[in-house]
């Protein structure tokens, strides 16, 4: 099963916010085995937000959402879902009743529009105020606020998706090598992709600044058994070329 994200949001495109979600996506997924595929970021125009969830829905991945299902009008989310799916919009029961439960007599009719869903969504659940994120053919939507979204995450992964959590066999190793060029090491590169069609190489050069070290990552993915076994060959060639490299956590 692939995990894709959306980013979603103006401000991350003038970059008067930057993004801290897919960082944190990509650490939650890892912790429980899992991966990310792939990520987007788009900006809150309501036609190029329904074609981006029009294609993302037709791609049948789970899709974590991040942004855009306030009450304000700019927050456009939940209304391109709906356009997307070609469903209607409607207050969803649960949301009012979590919404109402929140704001007691100061509720109004703009918060309770928070809780305005395409019709045939689920909440998922907000432990930090209540006022829920949606979730519709395996999108899940989560307000912008990481102090929000990143337990609602959480709550996604570990109550629908525990019995994904580690099941793949998975892993990534990698070294990291000090004062080399990436150039030096291209015929064991080749020699690694070649000898381990199964596995996928991976090389991260740095451009040290002033005073530091120049490095090198070098690793492997794939299965846990194939990996060991070409992460053997190229620390045997590190060491045979007199190279000092370390592994990396």
């Known amino acids: 099963m692939n995990f894709g994200a959306l980013i979603i949001g103006d401000e991350i495109l003038s970059g008067r916010r930057s993004d801290k979600h897919l960082a944190r996506l990509i650490e939650l997924l890892g912790a429980r085995g899992l991966k990310l595929s792939w990520a987007r970021y788009v900006g809150d125009d309501f036609q190029c937000l329904t074609d981006t969830l029009r294609q993302t829905f037709a791609t049948g991945d789970v899709v974590f959402s991040f942004g855009g299902i306030g009450a304000t009008p700019d927050d456009r989310t939940r209304q391109a879902a709906a356009a ?50 949606f979730s519709i053919r395996q999108h899940y939507f989560t307000p912008g606020f990481p102090i929000m979204a990143w337990p609602m995450v959480e709550w996604v992964l570990d109550t629908h998706f525990a019995h994904l959590h580690h099941a793949e066999d998975y892993v990534e190793q990698a070294v990291t090598i000090w004062d080399v060029y990436e150039g030096q090491l291209i015929a064991l590169m080749r020699q690694v992709t070649d000898e381990f069609p199964d596995t996928t190489l991976f090389s991260l050069p740095t451009i040290a600044s002033e005073g530091q070290r120049r490095s090198l990552e070098l690793g492997m993915k794939g299965k846990a058994a194939r990996v060991a076994e070409a992460m053997a060959c190229i620390r045997a060639d590190l060491a045979a070329r007199g190279l000092e490299w370390e592994d990396k956590a």
Do not use: K
């Open 84 to 133: 997307a799916l070609g469903l209607e919009l409607a207050l969803h029961p649960q949301a009012e009743a979590e919404i109402r439960a929140r704001f007691g007599a100061e509720i109004t009719p703009e918060r309770l529009q928070m809780g305005v869903y395409p019709v045939g969504s689920d909440i998922v659940p907000n432990s930090f105020n209540r006022i829920p994120g």
